[in-house]
């Protein structure tokens, strides 16, 4: 199985460590959705913008752990996804973003210097 991954989950950002097991298939940039910054991670929630995102595969019990951490309290919901890397679960953030930032560039790297 496969998962799309915007925010601290990718390489080299704070929760990367889940990551630890998956297997980077590439990049790529999911249309029809924006990006907000909530503090220490992101959340994504259809839009009109485009996401700057890693395509990774991943085993079973790897799923299981990030749904731990990103389903916990309704924060997320796992939804699939065309890659060009075949269909991939991301995670869509559930709860209002109306006073969160959005980033524009659509990519979490590049948050600090939107400000």
Do not use: F
Request: aromatic share 12%; hydrophobic share 30%.
């Amino acid at each position: 199985m496969r998962i799309i991954v915007y925010g601290s989950l990718r390489r080299k950002q704070g929760n990367s460590h889940w990551m630890t097991n998956a297997q980077w298939l590439g990049d790529y940039q999911v249309e029809g959705y924006d990006l907000y910054n909530l503090g220490l991670y992101p959340g994504i929630v259809a839009g009109e913008g485009r996401v700057c995102c890693e395509v990774y595969r991943i085993d079973a019990t790897t799923l299981g752990e990030l749904d731990a951490l990103r389903t916990r309290g309704g924060e997320y919901k796992r939804q699939l996804i065309s890659t060009p890397y075949g269909t991939a679960w991301m995670y869509i953030y559930q709860r209002p973003v109306v006073r969160s930032q959005q980033i524009i560039s659509g990519d979490w790297l590049k948050k600090d210097s939107e400000n």
